[in-house]
């Protein structure tokens, strides 16, 4: 679906019905939790590699945003408030012709201690996903998950 040339104002009497959109948004993000969550059912998240270029997304993740503690609860106002953004575009930028949907919607648990729920669970960009549930596999924060699964 066209919305138009870049730059050019949306029309909202003659927009589609962008409720499809929103289905097919929220459908496809459901489809990454799940499918994520399966995967470290299956495999010890420390053994994970989620991306071909993981080792860069961590290292560059410890270097913007050094007080972030993986083992903790995000900060969801933190993350969403104008510094929070303007720090996260900057960070999530580098990877827009290196990472597909690099800045797609996902879901992300707000602490790795729980699983997806609704108030565990916030909405992100991809590459915050990334960027954080690899800190968090790197320091074995996701092992329950598979060990919980295989007992």
């Known amino acids: 679906m066209s919305l138009g040339p870049a730059g050019a104002s949306l029309d909202p009497e003659q927009a589609e019905n962008f409720e499809d959109m929103e289905k097919q948004f929220a459908v496809k993000a459901v489809q990454h939790m799940t499918t994520y969550w399966a995967i470290l ?3 010890k998240g420390s ?8 080792d860069k997304i961590y290292d560059h993740f410890k270097k913007d945003f050094p007080e972030f ?4 609860t995000i900060d969801e106002d933190q993350m969403k408030s104008k510094e929070g953004k303007e720090r996260w575009r900057n960070f999530m930028m580098v990877y827009e012709k290196k990472i597909d949907d690099y800045n797609f919607g996902t879901m992300l648990r707000a602490n790795p201690k729980f699983e997806y729920g609704e108030k565990e669970t916030i909405f992100a960009m991809r590459m915050q996903f990334y960027a954080i549930e690899i800190a968090r596999n790197r320091q074995g924060l996701n092992d329950w998950v598979y060990e919980q699964a295989h007992t």
């Open 69 to 72: 503690d993986a083992a903790e």
């Open 41 to 43: 059912e299956k495999l």
């Open 47 to 54: 053994q994970l590699r989620l991306t071909k270029i993981d």
